[in-house]
């Protein structure tokens, strides 16, 4: 009986561990010099806390072993006293200040400018991405090795920024602007989120960094810059006929050819893009029929409505909106 609940409790415990480090491996994987910092302060104050956990648990152990009953009333009292003083004043007040020095330090190393400047707006549920000359959302590409200060808001609710891998998080307050320098050291795909719960979709409320070698991205920019490529073939023409003809234009825009919609994604160059809806699918042309026809079974509470049009319709605009390279 007492041997299987010491058992359960072992288990309980290890299980509690083994997620723990899990969550730690995974998270504290900095691909950048801010993550690195986090990391850095995180390890200290792992170590810090693991030593107060080793000393306090021996004072536990230490006591309860003592028989309750030995010598001298005063000197235990004097005991007693220098006790409290060293182990609940001086140690502590030595401690935290050793780490709020650290943390102190930590925050100040952060830049707050960087070399290269992005807008990001937070919107339920998704993000714009604003560059010099050109829109794009929720894949917001940067150069490696550059400072890249993103200045944030929201149009609607409280969101948060949190790309565990470059960077700590960044509150995105409607009507006021907020910044976070990134910097990626190597290229990769880095997983960003909405950290604050902004609705019914906020965990899926998600973006990409895409870090690229200063080419790759410079070429990239290029490309997003441009207005969108013209319809090749008769199919495409008449998809893009069906996009102007229909609400799309009302809510998105795509630069060279209709670009006054404000209310979702700018939509120039969507067929770059690995994810549709934020992150929850990927951008195949099958999927995007599907959004399109009902983006609300897909991401319910998400701002567009179902759309219905035709079959041919349908498969023309997703075929137009498949050639936006
Ligand atoms: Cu946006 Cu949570």
Same mark, same amino acid.
């Given at each position: 009986?007492? %041997?299987?609940?010491?058992?359960?409790?072992?288990?309980?415990?290890?299980?509690?561990?083994?997620?723990?480090?899990?969550?730690?491996?995974?998270?504290?994987?900095?691909?950048?010099? %801010?993550?690195?910092?986090?990391?850095?302060?995180?390890?200290? #104050? #792992? &170590?810090?806390?693991?030593?107060?956990?080793?000393?306090?648990?021996?004072?536990?152990?230490?006591?309860?072993?003592?028989?309750?009953?030995?010598?001298?009333?005063?000197?235990?009292? $004097?005991?007693?006293?220098?006790?409290?003083?060293?182990?609940?004043?001086?140690?502590?007040?030595?401690?935290?200040?050793?780490?709020?020095?650290?943390?102190?330090?930590?925050?100040?190393?952060?830049?707050?400018?960087? =070399?290269?400047?992005? =807008?990001?707006?937070?919107?339920?549920?998704?993000?714009?991405?604003?560059?010099?000359?050109?829109?794009?959302?929720?894949? /917001?590409?940067?150069?490696?090795?550059?400072?890249?200060? @993103?200045?944030?808001? !929201?149009?609607?609710?409280?969101?948060?920024?949190? /790309?565990?891998?470059?960077?700590?998080?960044?509150? #995105?307050?409607?009507?006021?602007?907020?910044?976070?320098?990134?910097?990626?050291?190597?290229?990769?795909?880095?997983?960003?989120?909405?950290?604050?719960?902004?609705?019914?979709?906020?965990?899926?409320? @998600?973006?990409?960094?895409?870090?690229?070698?200063?080419?790759?991205?410079?070429?990239?920019?290029?490309?997003?810059?441009?207005?969108?490529?013209?319809?090749?073939?008769?199919?495409?023409?008449?998809?893009?006929?069906?996009?102007?003809?229909?609400?799309?234009?009302?809510? $998105?825009?795509?630069?060279?050819?209709?670009?006054?919609?404000?209310?979702?994604?700018?939509?120039? $160059?969507?067929?770059?893009?690995?994810?549709?809806?934020?992150?929850?699918?990927?951008?195949?042309?099958?999927?995007?029929?599907?959004?399109?026809?009902?983006?609300?079974?897909?991401?319910?509470? &998400?701002?567009?409505?179902?759309? !219905?049009? !035709?079959?041919?319709?349908?498969?023309?605009?997703?075929?137009?909106?498949? %050639?936006?390279?």
């Amino acid at each position: 009986m007492r %041997s299987g609940r010491a058992a359960r409790w072992w288990s309980a415990a290890l299980i509690a561990a083994s997620v723990t480090l899990t969550g730690c491996a995974g998270g504290l994987a900095p691909k950048g010099p %801010s993550a690195g910092r986090i990391s850095d302060i995180f390890w200290v #104050m #792992m &170590v810090f806390a693991g030593i107060v956990f080793v000393i306090v648990m021996g004072a536990l152990v230490i006591a309860l072993r003592r028989p309750a009953d030995d010598g001298d009333e005063a000197i235990e009292r $004097h005991l007693e006293r220098r006790f409290v003083i060293g182990g609940g004043v001086i140690l502590p007040a030595v401690v935290l200040g050793i780490l709020m020095v650290l943390n102190v330090r930590t925050i100040v190393a952060e830049p707050t400018s960087g =070399d290269m400047t992005i =807008d990001v707006v937070g919107y339920r549920y998704w993000w714009e991405a604003t560059y010099d000359g050109f829109t794009t959302a929720n894949e /917001i590409h940067i150069p490696t090795g550059t400072k890249v200060a @993103l200045h944030l808001t !929201s149009v609607d609710v409280v969101h948060s920024v949190w /790309i565990p891998e470059l960077a700590g998080k960044a509150d #995105m307050v409607p009507g006021r602007e907020q910044t976070l320098v990134i910097e990626a050291d190597e290229p990769g795909r880095y997983v960003g989120r909405c950290a604050e719960f902004c609705g019914l979709q906020h965990a899926w409320m @998600l973006f990409t960094i895409v870090a690229e070698e200063p080419a790759d991205f410079a070429a990239w920019r290029d490309n997003e810059a441009a207005p969108a490529p013209e319809p090749e073939d008769p199919q495409l023409a008449r998809g893009r006929e069906v996009y102007l003809t229909n609400s799309c234009v009302g809510c $998105h825009a795509i630069r060279g050819v209709d670009d006054r919609g404000e209310l979702g994604p700018d939509l120039t $160059h969507l067929a770059n893009r690995e994810k549709l809806g934020a992150g929850i699918i990927d951008n195949t042309d099958d999927e995007l029929t599907a959004w399109i026809a009902n983006p609300q079974a897909i991401k319910p509470g &998400v701002a567009m409505p179902p759309q !219905s049009l !035709s079959e041919e319709d349908l498969s023309d605009v997703v075929a137009y909106l498949g %050639s936006l390279k």
